[in-house]
Antibody
Framework: QLQLQESGPGLVKPSETLSLTCTVS??????????WGWIRQPPGKGLEWIGS???????YYNPSLKSRVTISVDTSKNQFSLKLSSVTAADTAVYYC??????????????WGQGTLVTVSS | QSVLTQPPSVSGAPGQRVTISCTGS?????????VHWYQQLPGTAPKLLIY???NRPSGVPDRFSGSKSGTSASLAITGLQAEDEADYYC???????????FGGGTKLTVL
């Protein structure tokens, strides 16, 4: 059964870079059938797609975050990572990683990691 | 402001039927892109509930159903149970944004 686990610092200072890693177990990140993505949820608020990556390194980013986001993949470690630069308090959220199955008509996120809370504060 | 619009809350008594709407536009649902629904129980990660407008993943009870028409989609829950109390999110693709978009979420309260 495929599982995803987020890891990284739970506290980041304003203006610094948030870095998270998602480790995939129970399946290969190099599968040609899937993309891999990051989604975040500010406390008490809704879900926001951050971006997605294919095992080959092709990336898609939310236009509202594109200037600050980098998603990368390490197939040798079965991991993919998120970097979000110049963070502010508005970036405080639970960050989830997920597998995406994409057809010609959209992508569905399944399964999800358990999520990790990242707080931006000095 | 979310690209997809959902009511902030709905409620119903045990055994009743409730529906949750998801309203988009001609750049997402109206363009024919599939709609997916997620259930988020308190303190947990979202879980895929309905995919491709109306399909249930294995293990999801048939009390849950999805439909789509025009620029809107709906999630229906029949035979409401206390365990259904959760937040529900719709999700699709938007061709003007070039990526996935979520609704703002609907909190279901079982009275």
């Amino acid at each position: 059964q495929l599982q995803l686990q987020e890891s990284g610092p739970g506290l980041v200072k304003p203006s610094e870079t948030l870095s998270l890693t998602c480790t995939v177990s129970g399946g290969s990140i190099s599968s040609s059938s899937y993309y891999w993505g990051w989604i975040r949820q500010p406390p008490g608020k809704g879900l926001e797609w951050i971006g997605s990556i294919y095992y080959s390194g092709i990336t898609y980013y939310n236009p509202s975050l594109k200037s600050r986001v980098t998603i990368s993949v390490d197939t040798s470690k079965n991991q993919f990572s998120l970097k979000l630069s110049s963070v502010t308090a508005a970036d405080t959220a639970v960050y989830y990683c997920a597998r995406l199955y994409c057809s010609s008509n959209s992508c569905q996120f399944d399964p999800w990691g358990q999520g990790t809370l990242v707080t931006v504060s000095s | 402001q979310s690209v997809l619009t959902q009511p902030p809350s709905v409620s119903g008594a045990p055994g009743q039927r409730v529906t949750i709407s998801c309203t988009g536009s001609n750049s997402n649902i109206g363009a024919g892109y599939d709609v997916h629904w997620y259930q988020q129980l308190p303190g947990t990660a979202p879980k895929l509930l309905i995919y491709d407008d109306s399909n249930r993943p294995s293990g999801v009870p048939d009390r849950f159903s999805g439909s789509k028409s025009g620029t809107s989609a709906s999630l229906a829950i029949t035979g409401l149970q206390a365990e259904d109390e959760a937040d529900y999110y719709c999700q699709s693709y938007d061709n003007s944004l070039g990526g996935s978009v979520f609704g703002g979420g609907t909190k279901l309260t079982v009275l």
